[in-house]
Structures are given as C-alpha cells and as structure tokens.
Antibody
Framework: QVQLVESGGGLVKPGGSLRLSCASS????????MSWIRQAPTKGLEWLSY????????YYADSVKGRFSISRDNAKNSLYLQMNSLRAEDTAVYYC?????????????WGQGTLVTVSS | SYELTQPPSVSVSPGQTASITCSGD??????ACWYQQTPGQSPVLVIY???KRPSGIPERFSGSNSGNTATLTISGTQAMDEADYYC??????????FGGGTKLTVL
C-alpha cells in the first residue's frame, strides 16, 4: 500500500532553516510528480510546490518562492523541502502528497504531516 | 491569482443530503476535486476530476461542476461524514489552489 512518511519538523527561530523529508513506499516513486502542502493551525490547506517525476520541472507558490526549495532522490524514494528564512507565518503542519493528473491535477495520497513551529 | 470560495459551515440532519459548494471564475472549465479532513487526520481525496470517486469512497459521495460552481453532494449523510471539506483545482499560472474549507456538521 502507498505510504508517505514526513520527518524533519520541529521548533526553529525566525530566520532559521529546516529541511523536511518524505519517505515513500508502496509505489514506483520515480513515476510520479510530488508536492508539498501545508496547513497552519486551525487554518485551511495551502499548496506550496511540486516537482516532476524526473526533478526537472519545479513550481512554487508565491508565498514561498525564493525561500523554499523542493527536491527529490528517486534512488532513495524520497522527497525533500529545504526551508530558509523562516517566518512565524510558516508555522504549520507540512504534508507531502502524490500528485496525479497533468495540467489539471489532484493529490491522491498524503502523508501524516510534520509540524514546523517558527518561534523565538 | 485564482481564488475558490466555500461557505464556512454547512449543517445537515442524519440521513439527509448535504451539498457543499465551491465557487470560482469559470470553475466549470477546470477539473475540481474534493478532500475530506477529520480532526487530527490528513486530508483524504473523495472526488476527483469533478465526478469520479477513488476506490474505497462510498457511493453517497458525488460531485458536479458547471459554470462558476462545483458541488460536493453527500446523500444519506452519516455521523462519520462530519468533517472539514476542501475543494481544489490547479491553475497554470498559480499552481494548486484550495478553497478555504467547509465544516460539515451532522446534527
């Protein structure tokens, strides 16, 4: 069965950095686009970024462009999110999700999420 | 940037039909999908490409999309359906877009 397991969350000071990981299993990771999505406490879902199956196509939401960087290692079946210049408003649960569809896409499997707290 | 608007809350009696709307400019020209999220859990896809149900999603969940509005319909609503529901589309200029979410209360 498809499994996505995020890790790397924690408490970080404003301006700091953090790297999230998402380990996948149960499917051929290298065949799929992947995404990061976050949810601030008591708030809705916010799409952040996607990366193509080969890693050559990447797209970011304006809210994180220039600060966050998505990457993947198909040999390790893993997805990553490097987060720099973190702000209090980046506090959220971060989910990795498998993307389906091409120009019109959706997310068919989600991880359990990892909590990032940005606070001094 | 593209925006999707959902009502903050919808209430329904057990066994009745719940309808949750999602509005956006020319939304019917895009494919919409819906996620269910119960407290403390990750979102679960319940409808994709406007009307399709993933394997394991009960038949009481259905979707439609036309004009400026997509609708998630839950027929014969059960207490277990009480959750937050999010619509989502993808847009070439802004990437993935989620609605603000609707809290469905079954009472």
């Amino acid at each position: 069965q498809v499994q996505l397991v995020e890790s790397g969350g924690g408490l970080v000071k404003p301006g700091g950095s953090l790297r999230l990981s998402c380990a996948s299993s149960g499917f051929t990771f290298s065949d799929y686009y992947m995404s990061w999505i976050r949810q601030a406490p008591t708030k809705g879902l916010e799409w952040l970024s996607y990366i193509s199956s080969s890693g050559t196509a990447i797209y970011y939401a304006d809210s994180v462009k220039g600060r966050f960087s998505i990457s993947r290692d198909n040999a390790k079946n893993s997805l990553y999110l490097q987060m720099n210049s973190l702000r209090a408003e980046d506090t959220a649960v971060y989910y990795c999700a498998r993307r389906r569809g091409s120009s019109s896409y959706y997310f068919d499997y989600w991880g359990q999420g990892t909590l990032v707290t940005v606070s001094s | 940037s593209y925006e999707l608007t959902q009502p903050p809350s919808v209430s329904v009696s057990p066994g009745q039909t719940a309808s949750i709307t999602c509005s956006g400019d020319k939304l019917g020209d895009k494919y919409a999908c819906w996620y269910q999220q119960t407290p403390g859990q990750s979102p679960v896809l319940v409808i994709y490409q406007d009307t399709k149900r993933p394997s394991g999603i009960p038949e009481r969940f259905s979707g439609s999309n036309s004009g400026n509005t997509a609708t998630l319909t839950i027929s014969g609503t059960q207490a277990m359906d009480e959750a937050d529901y999010y619509c989502q589309v993808s847009d070439s200029s802004t990437g993935g877009v989620f609605g603000g979410g609707t809290k469905l209360t079954v009472l």
